[in-house]
C-alpha cells in the first residue's frame, strides 16, 4: 500500500525566506503525489499534483514541488513566504485501483513570522 | 456551481445518539469519500464509493455507514456516536485521477 510521511508537524519562517516542507513517499507503482493547503476552519485546496509527468510541478499561489524517484521525496517549495502562506500542509498520494482514496501525511503546519 | 456541500457545519451530539451527515456535489462526479481529520493525524478514510449503489470501507469504518442512491448524495451516519467520533469530517469527490474536491467540513463534537 501507498503512503507518505512528513517530516515536521510545523515549520516557521521568516517572511521573504525560502519555505521548504519535506514529503517522502513510499509506493511499488509510480504514484500520484498531491500537495494541499489547509486554512483556518476551511476545507482542503489542491495546491499541485505530480502524475508522471513532468518532475518539476508548478502550483498556485507561487508553490512547487519537485518529484525525486531516487530519494523518493516530493517535497513543497516557496522562493519566498509570505504571511498569507500561515496554514497546515498535506502530503497525499493517490492508492492504486481507484481515485476515491487518497492516503494523506500527517500534516505541517507552517508559521511566518515577520 | 456550489461544488461540494457538506451540512451541518458543527453538531454536538451525546454518546449513544444517531446522526446523518450531508454531502452533496453538483459536478457529476463519479467518485466520492468520507475522511475524518484529527490533530497529529492528517485525514483518514472512513467509506467511499466509485458510484451510484457502490460503497466500500476505508481505513477506519467501524461505527459508520453510508449509502449512495443517486450521484449527487453520499450520507454519512454516526449509528450509535462515541466519544472517540469526535472529529471533522470532510467529504469529497473526483472525476478522474488527479484531484479531490473537499466540502468545508462538519465539526462533531460527542459528550
Known amino acids: 500500500a501507498q503512503s507518505v510521511t512528513q517530516l515536521g508537524s510545523h515549520v516557521s519562517v521568516s517572511e521573504g525566506a525560502l519555505v521548504l516542507l519535506r514529503c517522502n513517499y513510499s509506493?511499488?507503482?509510480?504514484?500520484?503525489l498531491f500537495w494541499y493547503v489547509q486554512y483556518p476552519n476551511q476545507g482542503l485546496q489542491l495546491l499541485l499534483k505530480?502524475?508522471?509527468?513532468?518532475?518539476l510541478v508548478k502550483g498556485i499561489n507561487g508553490f512547487e514541488a519537485e518529484f525525486k524517484k531516487s530519494e523518493t521525496s516530493f517535497h513543497l517549495t516557496k522562493p519566498s513566504a509570505h504571511m498569507s502562506d500561515a496554514a497546515e500542509y498535506f502530503c497525499?498520494?493517490?492508492?492504486?485501483?481507484?481515485?476515491?482514496?487518497?492516503?494523506f501525511g500527517t500534516g505541517t503546519r507552517l508559521q511566518v513570522t515577520l | 456551481n456550489a461544488g461540494v456541500t457538506q451540512t451541518p457545519k458543527f453538531q454536538v451530539l451525546k454518546t449513544g445518539q444517531s446522526m446523518t451527515l450531508q454531502c452533496a456535489q453538483d459536478m457529476n462526479h463519479e467518485y466520492m469519500s468520507w475522511y475524518r481529520q484529527d490533530p497529529g493525524m492528517g485525514l483518514r478514510l472512513i467509506h467511499y464509493?466509485?458510484?451510484?449503489?457502490?460503497?466500500d470501507q476505508g481505513e477506519v469504518p467501524n461505527g459508520y455507514n453510508v449509502s449512495r442512491s443517486t450521484t449527487e448524495d453520499f450520507p454519512l451516519r454516526l449509528l450509535s456516536a462515541a466519544p472517540s467520533q469526535t472529529s471533522v469530517y470532510f467529504c469529497a469527490s473526483t472525476l478522474t485521477s488527479y484531484e479531490q474536491y473537499f466540502g468545508p467540513g462538519t465539526r462533531l463534537t460527542v459528550t
Open positions: 509506493s511499488s507503482v509510480p504514484p500520484y
Open positions: 497525499a498520494v493517490r492508492n492504486t485501483g481507484t481515485a476515491s482514496k487518497l492516503t
Open positions: 505530480y502524475t508522471s509527468a513532468a518532475t
Open positions: 464509493s466509485v458510484g451510484a449503489g457502490i460503497t
